[in-house]
């Protein structure tokens, strides 16, 4: 069986990259979304263990004493972290799995000589419109809101180290897109749009 392919996803927060994503894990077979811990709060809606794996501070340095996390970072306060075990046991099962990470996540994986993903940013299409949606999603003080947008400007530098840009202004181009970026990390490595290997006549 040949290993699953690894989709690392940045964003600044608020660029819609949980609205975008939350569809084609739904449509697009045999692709894994890799639940981090983080000792963030939930907000409203969230459930423990399909959006995080919500955790206090001692456990989460409990769990990165212990070698578990694949990569972690401390984003706006917070620590997350990705769990090592469960990532590397989908790639092996031949399971695509979609990460959703901070920059500093991603430059810690492409140190790694071992993995061969490829690295995705979402953009929203001005600052103007990003602090809108934060604003409008209601998640957030206006505290985290100003931390969020300031970290905002420093991860826009960080796009040009990803292999691709999504500019998410209309979300059916976005998902669109993202889709087609997909299907052809598949098609390039002789798998079909179900993840499978090709049959062996081909
Ligand atoms: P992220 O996961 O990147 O922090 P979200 O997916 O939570 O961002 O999106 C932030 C807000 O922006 C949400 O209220 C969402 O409905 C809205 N949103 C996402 N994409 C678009 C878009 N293309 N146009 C307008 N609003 C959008
Ligand atoms: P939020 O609190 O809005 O869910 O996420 C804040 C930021 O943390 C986002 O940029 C998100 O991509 C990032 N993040 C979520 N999980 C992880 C993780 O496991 N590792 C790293 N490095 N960043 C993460």
Redesign the pocket.
Known sequence: MSQGHLFV?????GAG??TILKPILAQIPAIGF?V???T?QP?PGEIDGK??YFVSVEQFLDLREEGD?L???E??G?F???SQQAVMGALAQGRDVI????????D?LRSRHDLTPTFIFIAPPSLAELERRLTDRQTETEATITL?LQNAQK?FQAAARYNYTIVNDNLEHAKAMLTAIILEKRAASRRGYDGKQLIPIL
């Open positions: 996803i940045s964003a600044p927060s990259k949980t890799s981090s811990h983080t963030r907000r959006d995080y996390f990569e972690w970072a984003v706006h917070n997350y972290g990705t990460l959703d990470i901070d920059v500093q996540g991603a810690q969020r991860e």
